[in-house]
């Protein structure tokens, strides 16, 4: 059973919108939840993290919600920019495990 | 600066073949993990370690295995290389809140 599920697979945006990357988990005992960026040649590197205690965290122009109820967790980029196109992974944490979601492909066209 | 360093940056290999993909951090964490990315498939997870001298098997960990000698360093082996390993392989070292640390990766070619 897939632990994270990450969506949508693919996305495009025009330079300025805003872009949306939703996840869901399933074990309840998750309690960190960190999204990584990954440019084309390079290893993902973390971009944003929350924590369960919160529901929301901010970095400039990226955000990410919290819901534990639900356990959805999600990125927005605010003015997403050509600069941001790249491939983003959710993934949730507990104990000594972590579990990543398959990955969206973010193009931001200008 | 801290870091986690991958060699080789590529590898082409044969069949059958021997192939050791290795990892030095300088992060001093004690865990370390090995992954492979393919299109479609995202991150999966090979082997990890929870320090010097121990390793244990992640979700695909058949035709690989793994070793870990020391705090710093920590190798990715294929006995016998197939096409199907084929792919790219990341390794990383997590702190102790688990966010990963991810070296720039090995591409990985078996004809």
């Known amino acids: 059973q897939q632990q994270v599920r990450q969506s949508p697979q693919s996305l495009t945006v025009w330079e300025g919108g805003t872009t949306v990357l939703t996840c869901s988990y399933e074990d309840s005992t998750f309690n960190y939840f960190p999204w990584y960026q990954q440019f084309p040649g390079e290893g993902p590197a973390l971009l944003i993290s929350i924590l369960s205690v919160s529901d929301k965290k901010e970095d400039g122009r990226f955000t990410t919600f919290f819901n534990k109820r639900e356990k959805k967790l999600s990125l927005h980029i605010i003015d997403s920019q050509p600069g941001d196109s790249a491939t983003y992974f959710c993934?949730?944490?507990?104990?000594?495990?972590?579990?990543f979601g398959d990955g969206t492909q973010l193009v931001v066209k200008p | 600066e801290a870091a986690v360093t991958q060699s080789p940056r590529n590898k082409v290999a044969v069949t059958g073949g021997k192939v050791t993909l290795s990892c030095n951090q300088t992060?001093?964490?004690?865990?370390m993990y090995w992954y492979r990315q393919d299109t479609g498939h995202g991150l999966r997870l090979i082997h990890y370690?929870?320090?010097?001298?121990?390793?244990e098997k992640g979700d695909i960990p058949d035709g690989y295995k793994a070793s870990r000698p020391s705090q710093e360093n920590f190798s990715l082996i294929l006995e016998l290389a197939t096409p199907s390993q084929t792919s790219v392989y990341f390794c990383?070292?997590?702190?102790?809140?688990?966010?990963?640390?991810f070296g720039a990766g090995t591409r990985l070619s078996v004809l």
């Open positions: 993934a949730a944490s507990g104990g000594n495990r972590i579990f």
């Open positions: 370690s929870y320090g010097a001298g121990s390793t």
């Open positions: 992060n001093n964490h004690n865990n």
């Open positions: 990383a070292s997590g702190d102790s809140q688990n966010t990963l640390y």
